[in-house]
């Protein structure tokens, strides 16, 4: 048992607690957790063991989960977790990336042995680490278990941070600050976009004199030129030329708590059609900062900026924010709240949205984001970080 | 269309036909692809993008595939792929992490459209980025395909590399002997953790003098002290001390393409049990690389391994190697050949290995391993790194 965590027991078990409330009310009473964020919340396992199948049985009736994952990485699970010796069950290397046999074999075979494998057994359906065989191997070889629907029920106990949560967050925040400066002095015509990369992954790593980051789920996306037309590229071979155009969506990271923050930066003069864009986004989004608040949905935050960018030049199709947190690759979102129409969702104070109207035009875009956390009267930004576009 | 792009179309088309001729072989006329590293491998098509449901769809009768993925993410398509605009097709925002909507509900109408919604279906049932739900809704949109089976039927199609491909694996070891040599300088008694993984990552980006280099699939795997017991740990926020030991599972990026590389390091005195284990698990790897030739099989090579260390104080359950290449997180293995028992795949020329005999006991680890390369004789190690434990 990890004699250092990372949170109180009492904390990790009231997040059990809140875990089980939900599978009660959805009529389970075995959930099986496969999404890396949810192992580490309910557990504090934390390792880079993600790429093989891994997870935790969380029954009604046991009070401790029971982790499983390949035997070698079951140290991990000693060393990190506060679980006890008895609830780690490590499987044998002949199941990895086998087409021989399946880790849910094993599972199923463990359920079998904890006398649940006849019960309701909840999957995360679309999580990245529950695969459509793992589902087939499941219902294959759990004739008498009912297999039921159990997508994001751990990532919506999660939607409300706690104040130590909120603690990470604001490190990471603190990292991220620095991150965005460590990127902004590095991008320059004549550098090498792939050495202004290392040194804003470098400032992740290094984080401040106080304290160390951890890496962030998403690596950083920092396109220039035409790569600026689209979401999610990232740094190429070549030198940055002055007129170039640099998005830079980052991230600090703490103990897997994220805080992302997004800026554009230009080389030179700015086109006046940037500028324009560049002051639509930030007006929505400040009239966005101002407006959030206990209270309202996600799709009244939407509506907000939809109004403040009326009349500009701005057109986006895409959502404008959504829960952050905890998480591992591919993704530091929740996959909860999101900022968009339809979403009915109420804010409540600890819950911690990135604000994120990004911008994919023909030819450029334009980022400008704020991590927040909701708080009993509005919002408050993580990060501070001059609101603007980063004239180089 | 890219106009640039890192093979040649001759390349990407004779990819696509080697691929058609397993789905022939198969009995599949469509498949479709989610894994990035075969998205990737068949178009070109690079971004961080996989967070969200995105793949290839290839048609038997079809001579493009068609990328389907986020519109915000479709002009990325446009930069990066070989496929001109008629085959990149972009969903709207309302399928993204939605309860109400799937993105596979957008895949089977594209299906439809395309006339293939009754076709033999093939999917990549067991990828991180087909989850039980796609199934689950591919099966329910498509009452009148028949859903097949096509798991790692690209991988085992970039099982042999090209000479282009070797290139910038090539490439890669150029970059991760650097790595190796900068971590192994910023680890020392007094510095803390993460400044060394700082510095370990932006030797990764930054590359050499003639090249940058891109991320990793796996972020740097360097645990100290009783953190080495376990294969998949990362930095904590410590200094470290001297008597540490601390091991290094690193590696190079070049375009997706990597160079795995592990190695071990001491502060201060080894321990005799230290010592004992590096010897023999240096002389296992030796002995591997000199019996590894086109015409031995997986298990093969695994067994001239156990016969190394038998008798040495060397204790591994866990497979010595594995299939290594193009890949996207949060794995660098291509998931095809392993070196294990019941490994009956035959070694042929241009295979790629990293033959991995990391082995974790109860109170310590060790690694040492190589990324190589089956030539017509014998095999060649991509890196140059002193194979011996690094001693500080």
């Not at 900062?289 to 939407?302: N, Q």
């Not at 409540?348 to 994120?356: K, Q, S």
Request: hydrophobic residues 40%; negative net charge; contains cysteine.
């Amino acid at each position: 048992m990890n004699k250092d965590p990372l949170f109180s027991l009492s904390e990790y078990q009231a997040r059990l607690a809140r875990t089980k409330e939900a599978m009660y009310r959805q009529g389970l009473e075995v959930l099986l957790v496969s999404d890396p964020a949810n192992i580490n919340y309910l557990s504090g396992y934390d390792g880079w063991s993600f790429y093989v199948h891994q997870g935790l049985l969380v029954l009604m009736d046991l009070e401790e989960p029971v982790w499983f994952g390949r035997m070698q990485d079951s140290n991990g699970a000693r060393l990190t977790s506060w679980l006890q010796d008895q609830s780690i069950r490590g499987y044998q290397d002949h199941f990895v990336q086998s087409n021989l046999r399946h880790p849910m074999d094993f599972v199923a075979s463990l359920l079998a042995e904890l006398g649940a494998d006849r019960r309701r057994l909840g999957v995360e359906t679309d999580n990245y680490y529950f695969s459509g065989q793992c589902l087939k191997s499941l219902t294959q070889n759990l004739p008498q278990a009912t297999i039921l629907d159990a997508n994001l029920l751990v990532n919506w106990v999660r939607l409300v941070k706690s104040p130590a949560e909120i603690g990470y967050m604001r490190q990471a925040a603190r990292i991220v600050e620095r991150v965005m400066a460590k990127a902004a002095e590095s991008i320059r015509a004549g550098a090498r976009e792939g050495d202004a990369a290392g040194e804003t992954v470098k400032a992740q790593l290094s984080g401040t004199d106080e304290f160390t980051g951890d890496y962030a789920s998403i690596m950083p996306i920092m396109p220039s030129g035409i790569r600026t037309s689209t979401a999610h590229l990232s740094w190429v071979d070549r030198r940055y030329e002055t007129g170039d155009l640099v998005l830079l969506e980052l991230a600090g990271n703490k103990h897997r708590y994220h805080a992302p923050l997004s800026r554009t930066l230009i080389i030179g003069q700015a086109p006046a059609a940037l500028e324009e864009v560049a002051k639509g986004v930030i007006g929505g989004l400040e009239a966005v900062l101002d407006f959030i608040r206990p209270g309202v949905t996600g799709e009244e935050v939407e509506g907000r900026w939809r109004r403040a960018i009326s009349g500009t030049k701005v057109v986006k199709e895409s959502r404008m924010g959504y829960a952050f947190g905890l998480n591992y690759p591919p993704d530091w979102g929740e996959h909860t709240v999101s900022l968009r129409p339809g979403d009915k969702n109420v804010l409540e104070p600890g819950m911690t949205i990135h604000v994120m109207p990004g911008v994919w035009l023909d030819d450029f875009g334009f980022e400008c984001s704020e991590p927040i956390v909701v708080t009993e009267t509005g919002c408050e930004c993580l990060a501070s970080f001059p609101r603007e576009l980063i004239r180089k």
